[in-house]
């Protein structure tokens, strides 16, 4: 609760904004790299870094290089990496098959750093979206988006997953019901302790952009989300499907996007009180280092800035592009 404050001169609320010492004395959040989960693309070949161009500053790494930056990620302390293939248009299909190939990018990914650095976990990407010839997070037939024949593949996607070694498995693909499958199953297939991090309330925005450049999803994607990603307009369908995905068995959720959607991060986080991170997704990142890149905006404080303000807003933590920069900058470097 907060108190009203008496009368000036009584009160003079500057008093405790004098110094850098008192502000930090009464400052009511902080930001640690305990707070990071850094989102990396990979690609295929070897020694492979790749400018991703709407997103400057991020590369498409080859799974060697993604072990590099593993490394580097667990050195600043960051618990916990996130895997996006970029797949080879030629193994994009109709039918998806390459979502639950046991060798595919990321599972070769996953693997190399399970192997390389085993105590950073790794998070992976639950949706149909990288290996589908239309671009969708589901099977598309007739225009449709089939949502129970897509869950029975996201199923298999996940297992696969996990059997490399996915520590957190992140579903965002907006499909009903793939909570409980994807626990179910990764329950009777021994994998009790694979992690759900679901993204529960995930908007049809505009803010994906770059990211479907840096994963090659742009071209193929026919139409758009919006019969399976929610309408921006809405929040209480965002509790209710938060409700929904921890009834399930989700152990942790999101909100998708970030900064333009703190209000619901603050609801989610208010209303159940469970782990709450946030997406700060790929066109939030590209308009912050866009601005900075023209000397419109000061980037580096922007980018403490706008993840100071997740941790206002409830969030335990914060899916970001800028994990290393920020982890760096916390640590004095
Ligand atoms: C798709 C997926 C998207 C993102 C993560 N997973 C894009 C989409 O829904 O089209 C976006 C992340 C970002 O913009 O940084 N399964």
Redesign the pocket.
Known sequence: MTQTPPAFPASRPRRIRQSAAIRGLVRENTLTVDDLIW?VFVRDGDGVEEPVHSMPGVVRRSVDKVVEAAREARDLGIPVICL?PYTDPSLKTEDCAEAWNPDNLSNRATRAIKAAVPDIAVMT?V?L?PYNINGH?GFVVGGEILNDETVAALVKQALSQAEAGADIIGP??MMDGRIGALRSALESHGHQNVMLLSYAA?YASA??G???DAVG?SGALKGD?TTY?MDPANSDEALRMVARDIQEGADMVMV??GMPYLDVCRRVKEAFGVPTYA?Q???E?AMIQGAAQNGWIDGDKAMMESLMCFKRAGCDGILT?FAPAVARKLAGQ
């Open positions: 989102p996006f990407d949706a979206d997070d965002s693909d995930k803010f994906y770059p990211f479907r999803a989300k990603q998708k996007p997406y997704v790929s066109g990142y592009y």
